[in-house]
């Protein structure tokens, strides 16, 4: 059993930076893919980015290129998700997960999930 924690979000400005974190509670952490997903009201939860066990390889979502940042610390059983250039689209409840195998962008590949920190972005 893996319980995920995510950091609270927030509300920032259309342009601005905000930084989730994520912590795992399994000693496994280090072998497992870790994602963040969003879900919008009224849509459908989607894939942003995800990580590899090492932080060595790395995908991201096309909306998302060039202005949010995966990483990992093993060390900490964290994953974070920078971003910046936020815009009013990347309002919605994003999520970490976490599976075993390789790389997926598809949700219902993961088996673990935290309970979804809200961010907020305003004009």
């Known amino acids: 059993q893996v319980q995920l924690v995510e950091s609270a979000g927030g509300l920032v400005q259309a342009g601005g930076s905000l930084r989730l974190s994520c912590v795992a509670s399994?000693?496994?952490?280090?072998?497992?893919?870790m994602a963040w997903f969003r879900q919008a009201p009224g849509k459908e939860r989607e894939f942003v980015a995800a990580?590899?066990?090492?932080?060595?390889?790395?995908v991201y979502a096309d909306f998302v290129k060039g202005r949010f940042t995966i990483s990992r610390d093993n060390g900490k059983n964290a994953v974070y998700l920078q971003m910046s250039s936020l815009e009013l689209e990347d309002t919605a409840v994003y999520y970490c997960?976490?599976?075993?195998?390789?790389?997926?962008?598809?949700?219902?590949?993961?088996?673990?999930w935290g309970q979804g920190t809200q961010v907020t972005v305003s004009s």
């Open positions: 990580i590899n066990w090492s932080g060595v390889s790395t």
């Open positions: 997960a976490s599976r075993s195998a390789r790389i997926t962008p598809t949700a219902a590949q993961y088996d673990y």
């Open positions: 399994a000693r496994t952490f280090s072998i497992n893919t």
